[in-house]
């Protein structure tokens, strides 16, 4: 007969507990929640639980937050049935009882996802076309046709409505009236950016609107916009603008969460690129706390452009961390052990060998085939001769004894390259693999099958070592 057992925890955690446990697989055991009127399990007590839990002798195991203060044997003698702390992560839940837990879905988002060619009027339409197939694989869902101040764009309706032939939801974005007018009547599905005296130019057709004030900084402006344009009961964006670091930047944040306090219920658009363009960052973690903001104020898009170098991947970042946020939002939860895609330039745990471990795995080979492992100490490199430790593959070289074998020199000099990059950024190392850059390296469909024949002539090459 299957076990009954009562789950204890706080209420923030309650959703993704229920989650973690409905998605066990085959779990031998059949359960009950409480919480103990506490938001957070670590404030959870023994006295507390006394009070609060009343009658729990008919299950057969009390199972605690990891966290929980409680003192299990003392309640498990006062309850009458085995009281035990479970895992401090929730995600470690499904390891506690023996069971592998299916992996977390991390593929629904409600952000859409707006990314800008601002130099749409100097392209070709092969170009043009070229560039959205990109920006679309990358992960955008409207391609935003960017106009250039003083510069013409003759081709602009033909830019439209090439796009939309092929399937593109399209965005004009323009502050000169005239680019937006043609925009609009070629058939764009959105434009950016109407103030209260250019209202009229969608009066007359259905393109959905990004509404900002005569002045940026003026949210007052921006309210009266707002309202002038809710009158008519279509669709809108709101944007206040996000403004540059020393520009405005925090109290640009704080109109944001202004705004949604006087409409709770409208749809707010951000501009991310005034953030990432202009902040020479690694830019993964700018969007991440910028998508932090667009999760918690409910901010239904966002609008980027990928022009700087270090800026190339933003659309693909973005792409991700709207959905990793939603499923964070989802279990009430930080965006935390969900998924490590955005963990690029480090790892979580990225040494899981210490130096004394591997010095005694290099113990026991008995072949002349090189091992690399990467601890927190250095490089590693050992075969039946010996084990050397360095921080500097040149350092290791003298001792590998492969001059008259280019080939193993070369995979050798490409494998310590890699481990040497991972133990100074702190990243996963394996042997013959490649090293996991998360959401920022590029989507190519045939990666898959690349790295299948990478790993196949490698593990030939080795083999022919062997012989």
């Known amino acids: 007969m299957a076990q009954h057992l009562l789950f204890v925890t706080g209420r923030l955690a309650e959703k993704s507990l229920r989650r973690v446990l409905g998605d066990l697989p085959q779990p ?31 299950y057969d195991r009390i199972v605690l937050p990891g966290r929980c203060r409680g003192d299990v044997d003392e309640l498990s003698a006062y309850f009458g049935a085995p009281v035990v702390r479970g895992p401090e992560e929730l995600k470690d ?70 796009l939309r032939a092929e399937g593109f939801s399209v965005s004009v974005d323009s502050l000169n009236p005239e680019e937006l007018k043609r925009g609009i009547g070629a058939g764009a599905d959105y434009c950016f950016s109407l103030t209260q005296k250019t209202l009229h130019l969608v009066a007359e057709h259905d393109c959905v609107p990004v509404l900002i004030a005569e002045d940026p900084r003026d949210l007052e402006s921006l309210c009266d916009t707002i309202d002038a344009f809710r009158s008519t009961g279509r ?39 005034n ?14 706390l910028l998508m932090g903001v667009v999760s ?19 659309v693909r970042e973005i792409d991700r961390i709207r959905r990793v946020m939603f499923a964070a939002r989802e279990d009430n939860s930080s965006p935390r052990h969900l998924d490590e895609s955005l963990l690029a330039l480090h790892d979580r745990h990225p040494f899981p060998y210490s130096p004394e471990e591997i010095a005694e795995s290099a113990k026991e080979v008995k072949d002349a085939n090189f091992r690399i492992q990467v601890s927190s100490s250095g490089l590693h490199v050992y075969n039946r001769d010996g084990h050397q430790l ?25 494998e ?19 090293l996991d850059w998360g959401c920022v ?27």
Request: net charge negative; aromatic share 8%; proline share 6%.
């Open 296 to 314: 918690e104020l409910g901010i239904r898009a966002v609008l980027t452009t990928q022009v700087s170098a270090h800026c190339r991947s933003v």
């Open 416 to 434: 310590l390259g890699r481990a040497q990059i991972a133990w100074q950024l702190g990243k996963r190392y394996t042997q013959d693999e490649e």
């Open 93 to 162: 839940l499904p390891a506690f009882f023996g069971r592998k837990s299916r992996p977390r879905e991390i593929e629904k988002a409600d952000v859409l996802l707006f990314a800008e060619v601002v130099d749409a009027p100097q392209l070709d339409m092969p170009g043009l076309l070229e560039r959205a197939r990109h920006l679309r694989s990358e992960g955008a869902d409207v391609i935003d046709l960017g106009c250039l101040p003083d510069t013409p764009f003759p081709q602009l309706e033909d830019a439209v409505t090439s």
């Open 28 to 58: 031998g055991f059949t359960y009950d929640i409480a919480v103990p009127g506490v938001a957070v399990a670590a404030l959870i007590t023994t006295e507390m639980l006394k009070r609060r839990l009343g009658e729990v002798s008919h």
């Open 441 to 467: 390296r590029p989507r190519r469909q045939d990666d898959k099958i690349r790295f299948a024949e990478e790993r196949t002539t490698l593990k030939a090459r080795r083999a022919r070592r062997r012989r």
């Open 390 to 414: 360095a921080e500097d593959p040149y350092d290791l070289y003298p001792g590998l004894n492969v001059d008259d074998d280019a080939p193993h020199a070369f995979y050798l000099g490409l």
């Open 275 to 288: 953030l990432s363009e202009l902040t020479h960052c690694d830019s993964l973690g700018l969007n991440t």
């Open 235 to 273: 669709r809108f964006f709101a944007d206040p603008v996000v403004d540059p670091i020393h520009y405005g930047f925090t109290a640009s944040l704080g109109r944001y969460a202004e705004l949604r306090r006087r409409y709770p219920d409208i749809d707010i658009l951000m501009g991310v690129g």
